[in-house]
T-cell receptor, first 110, second 114 residues
Framework: GNSVTQMEGPVTLSEEAFLTINCTYTATGYPSLFWYVQYPGEGLQLLLKATKADDKGSNKGFEATYRKETTSFHLEKGSVQVSDSAVYFCALLVNSKLTFGKGITLSVRP | GAGVSQTPSNKVTEKGKYVELRCDPISGHTALYWYRQSLGQGPEFLIYFQGTGAADDSGLPNDRFFAVRPEGSVSTLKIQRTERGDSAVYLC????????????FGPGTRLTVT
């Protein structure tokens, strides 16, 4: 079956720190990969995506590269801001169904 | 334009009761999805509609759960004989078509079964 594993949280960083959130997956077929974000009090929003191996998704300073050889899609940002505090979900899409990881809470302190 | 809307935003019901949760997708979106998110977990797929028909209902946990989309727009998730384990946030999403099109999520309905 399909599954997504995210690193354990929560994560607390100081503003301007470098961020890496690990994500690995298991899938049948050829998944598309996503990072979704849920800001406090808001719904799930798509942050970035990659549809095939070696694609890099990017948005709002965040990046993730689809690595088929390591079945990974790690999220990175060079300099986090307080406004990046949220819950981040890694997900894969196969046959129109999204499979999500458990999510990780990021807190950025000033 | 308007996003995906869900009503009610919160629903508290007693064990054994019947509940209906409503989803209004983005206008023109042919695909509609229901997911369930338990506390501390990521959303889990329940069912996917393409138009009026359920294209994939493999995520429905048991026959107490049922969903309809009679006119290919609004959808209703129906839960019979609710149990405390049904307590969760129920999320609806829609996309222009199925496949790899981006899914846009609604704010969810928080269901609490007492």
């Amino acid at each position: 079956g399909n599954s997504v594993t995210q690193m354990e949280g929560p994560v607390t960083l100081s503003e301007e720190a470098f961020l890496t959130i690990n994500c690995t997956y298991t899938a049948t077929g050829y998944p598309s990969l996503f990072w979704y974000v849920q800001y406090p009090g808001e719904g799930l929003q798509l942050l970035l995506k990659a549809t095939k191996a070696d694609d890099k998704g990017s948005n709002k300073g965040f990046e993730a590269t689809y690595r088929k050889e390591t079945t990974s899609f790690h999220l990175e940002k060079g300099s986090v801001q307080v406004s990046d505090s949220a819950v981040y979900f890694c997900a894969l899409l196969v046959n129109s169904k999204l499979t999500f990881g458990k999510g990780i809470t990021l807190s950025v302190r000033p | 334009g308007a996003g995906v809307s869900q009503t009610p935003s919160n629903k508290v019901t007693e064990k054994g009761k019947y509940v209906e949760l409503r989803c209004d997708p983005i206008s023109g979106h042919t695909a509609l999805y229901w997911y369930r998110q338990s506390l501390g977990q990521g959303p889990e797929f329940l069912i996917y509609f393409q138009g009026t028909g359920a294209a994939d209902d493999s995520g429905l946990p048991n026959d107490r759960f049922f969903a309809v989309r009679p006119e290919g727009s609004v959808s209703t998730l129906k839960i019979q004989r609710t149990e405390r384990g049904d307590s969760a946030v129920y999320l609806c999403a829609s996309s222009l078509y199925g496949g790899t099109y981006e899914q846009y999520f609604g704010p969810g309905t928080r269901l609490t079964v007492t």
